[in-house]
């Protein structure tokens, strides 16, 4: 009793310092540059949160955060919009819904694709804050057992996600995946110091941008499909076909992948800290794995846009919970906003819930409402987002080709990574030709590094012993998952195959 | 409504354009200035460029534009490429760290910084080595005698690859205390963050951190500082850390930062340089900034800088020789 009257006590002390005009408004501001930012290719949220703060530091703490924190999840929300429009992710833990998202806008259903996602992420965010406010600390506690070896193993289970993006084949999804892997080598070796594959290049040393070959692979690659069948598509528009809307069927395959989506990313990407790019591939593997409607999906599945974007946002709201509970940044963007903290003169970590409570709960009680403003904002633009599809296709390649050199430029500021890009767009497209699937190589690049990373970490830790991986619960338990998932289509063939052999009656 | 946003783009670009022509020729500086912060946005290089920024636009000590550029990448190595083509600017600063000499002694960086030209010294900071707080290691000599007696059981992590910053202050510490650096077993993780996560979920001994990442950490007791490599005893919640040179091992560690100019500075441009870090270090806003960073103040003009580096050289190519790192 005492602690729910507690608990309400804080609930209102946070409501009454995110309520104040001034606030609500940061508040607003956070949000709609978030959405912005993630609109736009290049210019992530980590970018976007450092260069707002030099603005921080005249601001109060709480409304400092509730700023830099609107930025974060808002972020989330806008990236999925050029993802499903024109099939440039605006951010990397967007990449994984221009499968299905672009799918549905060439079906003409850009409206209710663009509407889920951003239900989806509302739903996701508001459960992310809510576990915040509930479990933090509890949740904090469980992410430090994520050491090197728990890591790894989770990174593993999330490579059997490959199979899922397979498209007719598995072994052309096995090879691109390699392709994926053998480029996350590339760049300075962190165990080691060495330089992998850089050839004396500095521009290289850090390894290839993913975002960069996403771009490439699938927004270029897409322009690329377009000349090749110029003549019949020089006037061909993607327009709209049905309502903006979610209709009634889409409801029913909305609300289970949306709470999958949720509750994989915030195990994923928040309890894990894995991130959120992670947390949607995983996300979709699951759909493909669980989902009645499985077969749908890469072919515009609506669980394909809402199981990921739930994630994403799922798993933004978790590494705050690293960031406000353990003082720990869980991701780039958090990173950032630990040091804004910092030079503010607040101290993120353990401590924080009791001495600066009204900095705490003014934060949480800005996300719930920063969520609404995101929802209330994204919905009414769902209208003006789809009137871009309303052009010719050529104009629309015109716009796709502006996006994406636009957005890998401002990245780093660097000329060879548009090469780079162009290199990806025409591998993507010869990859086309021979059909073999592309998202795999994003795949293995977004796994591959950390994989590398956190299995050689463990056997620093072990001195050489692969005995880490099974003798830990949490890593065991992992890779067990990844065994069902992997031998899961055989077990029909297998059980038939057995009683075969002892004689029964063979399967129908 | 676009067209009266064209004409005022169009009249903008105009005067840019007079601006530029009438000052050609002027004295220094006449140009734009462009300080080279040669990481992403939000880290150290990134904060020291843009706090120069700042103190210049504030204090009116620039009178023309100033921007800050990022170039990522390499460990600094795109920043160095890019300050060196821009040899003989002399509206051009890159800011640098210690990783300037160690990335061109292990060969990552294949210009030679001897080439830029060293403004100033202005900041630095240093490292600490933490343990859990219920590590059976209360105090640096019982950390020490442990490593001592089998280096390869206490591992230690930081939060960058071998052979850099974490790694080496450390190293640098064993070597002085007796121990062969080459026994140590170091893990690895991009970014102090993770190192901390693993340290706190118990999969290493201690970690070798900077001070600012951990000092919220040292504050709430979750871990405890055992030593610190500074000359004097820090504040603040570094106030009960003692100093290498407390516990007998007489050596520092200094992570600083500094400030240089592009190669082949003009004499001129290095004599108002000289002058207006000296008047800016000197400002208010400057030591306001340094506190709310928690950055140490660490000024030294040009002549003792080039010294200054000279010496972390030496002490480098020594300690990374030992170790292999050297080529």
Not at chain 2, 162 to 180: R, T, W, Y
Request: hydrophobic content about 50%; overall charge positive; some cysteine.
């Amino acid at each position: 009793m005492d602690f729910l009257g507690h608990f309400w006590s804080n609930v209102a002390l946070g409501f009454g310092v995110a309520g104040t005009p001034f606030n609500l408004l940061l508040c607003f501001v956070g949000v709609f540059l978030g959405t912005l930012i993630g609109v736009l290719p290049g210019i992530g949220p980590m970018t976007g949160v450092a260069l707002l703060i030099p603005l921080t530091f005249s601001l109060q703490p709480a409304s400092a955060i509730i700023l830099m924190a609107g930025i974060y999840y808002g972020a989330m929300y806008g990236g999925s919009t050029t993802s499903i429009l024109v099939n440039t992710p605006g951010e990397s833990a967007s990449v994984v819904t221009c499968l299905d998202g672009y799918q549905m806008a060439k079906k003409g259903r850009a409206g209710p694709a663009l509407a889920a996602a951003a239900i989806g992420s509302f739903v996701a965010g508001t459960f992310a804050t809510l576990m915040l406010m509930l479990f933090g600390p509890w949740v904090a506690g469980i992410a430090l057992k994520f050491g090197p070896p728990e890591f790894f193993s989770l990174m593993l289970a999330g490579l059997t996600v490959v199979t899922s993006l397979a498209g007719r084949s598995l072994v052309k999804a096995l090879f691109s995946t390699l392709f994926g892997l053998a480029i996350a080598t590339m760049g300075i070796d962190n165990q080691s110091g060495v330089p992998r594959f850089t050839f004396g290049n500095p521009e290289l040393m850090d390894g290839l941008e993913f975002l960069t070959v996403a771009i490439g692979l699938f927004a270029l690659c897409e322009v690329f499909v377009n000349l090749a069948n110029m003549k019949d598509a020089v006037q061909e528009r993607l327009s709209i076909k049905g309502g903006l809307w979610l209709t009634k069927e889409d409801w029913k395959r909305f609300i289970p992948s949306c709470i999958r989506g949720t509750l994989s990313g915030f195990f994923v990407g928040g309890i894990a800290g894995a991130g959120a790019a992670v947390a949607s591939f995983v996300s979709y593997g699951l759909e493909k794995k669980v989902s009645k409607y499985r077969d749908e999906l890469g072919h515009g599945a609506i669980e394909g846009v809402t199981g990921p974007e739930s994630a994403n946002n799922a798993a933004a709201g978790g590494s705050l919970i690293h960031l406000l509970c353990l003082g720990i940044p869980g991701s780039g963007t958090t990173a950032i906003m630990l040091g804004a903290l910092l030079m503010i003169g607040l101290q993120p970590g353990p401590l924080l819930f009791t001495q600066q409570p009204e900095f705490v709960w003014g934060l949480i009680a800005s996300m719930y409402i920063g969520n609404v403003m995101l929802l209330v904002l994204n919905l009414p633009l769902v209208g003006m987002w789809v009137k871009l599809l309303d052009v010719p296709l050529y104009l629309l390649m015109l716009f796709i080709i502006m996006f994406s050199f636009l957005g890998v430029y401002t990245m780093n500021n660097s000329v060879q990574d548009l090469f780079i890009m162009v290199l990806f767009g025409v591998i993507g497209y010869l990859m086309k030709r021979v059909d073999i699937p592309a998202a795999p190589i994003i795949l293995g690049i977004v796994l591959g590094k950390l994989m590398e990373e956190k299995m050689r970490q463990s056997l620093v830790i072990s001195d050489g012993s692969l005995m880490i991986f099974i003798t830990r619960p949490i890593s065991l338990f992992l890779l067990f998952l990844a065994f069902v998932a992997i031998t899961n289509p055989y077990w029909k063939q297998i059980g038939r195959g057995v009683r075969r052999l002892f004689g029964g009656a063979p399967a129908a | 409504m676009f067209k009266k946003s064209f004409t005022m783009v169009a009249l903008i670009l105009l005067l840019c354009i007079g601006f530029t022509a009438s000052s050609e020729g002027a004295a220094y500086p006449s140009r734009p200035l462009e300080i080279v912060a040669p990481a992403n946005p939000g880290g150290g290089w990134d904060a020291m460029a843009r706090t120069i920024n700042r103190v210049l636009e504030i204090e009116k000590l620039y009178p023309q534009p100033i921007s800050v550029i990022n170039k990522p990448g390499g460990g600094g190595a795109v920043g160095l490429a890019y300050i060196f083509m821009k040899k003989g600017d002399d509206h051009e600063l890159v800011v640098f760290s210690p990783p300037l000499i160690i990335n061109t002694l292990n060969k990552t960086f294949t210009q030679n910084y001897k080439e830029l030209t060293p403004l100033a010294k202005l900041i630095t900071d240093y490292q600490v080595f933490i343990v859990k707080a219920d590590s059976p290691y209360k105090t640096f000599n019982d950390l020490l005698a442990a490593v001592k007696k089998n280096p390869n059981a206490v591992k230690f992590a930081g939060g960058s690859s071998p052979g850099s910053m974490d790694h080496l202050a450390f190293c640098k510490v064993a070597k002085m205390a007796g121990i062969n650096p080459k026994d140590l077993s170091y893990v690895a993780f991009s970014g102090g963050g993770e190192a901390l996560t693993t340290l706190l979920g118990g999969n290493v001994a201690f970690v070798s951190s900077g001070t600012g990442e951990v000092l919220t950490h040292i504050q709430a007791g979750t871990v405890r500082a055992l030593a610190i490599t500074s000359g004097v005893r820090g504040g603040g919640p570094l106030k009960d850390v003692p100093t290498l040179k407390e516990l007998g091992i007489n050596t520092t560690y200094e992570v600083w930062r500094g400030v240089f100019g592009a190669p082949g500075m003009s004499k001129e441009a290095q004599a108002w340089w000289a002058n207006t870090i000296k008047k800016m270090v000197g400002t208010k806003t400057w030591k306001e900034s340094l506190e709310k960073l928690q950055w140490v103040p660490a000024y030294e003009d040009a002549n003792g800088f080039a010294k200054f580096l000279k010496e972390e050289e030496k002490s480098y190519l020594d300690l990374m020789t030992d170790l292999g790192f050297a080529k």
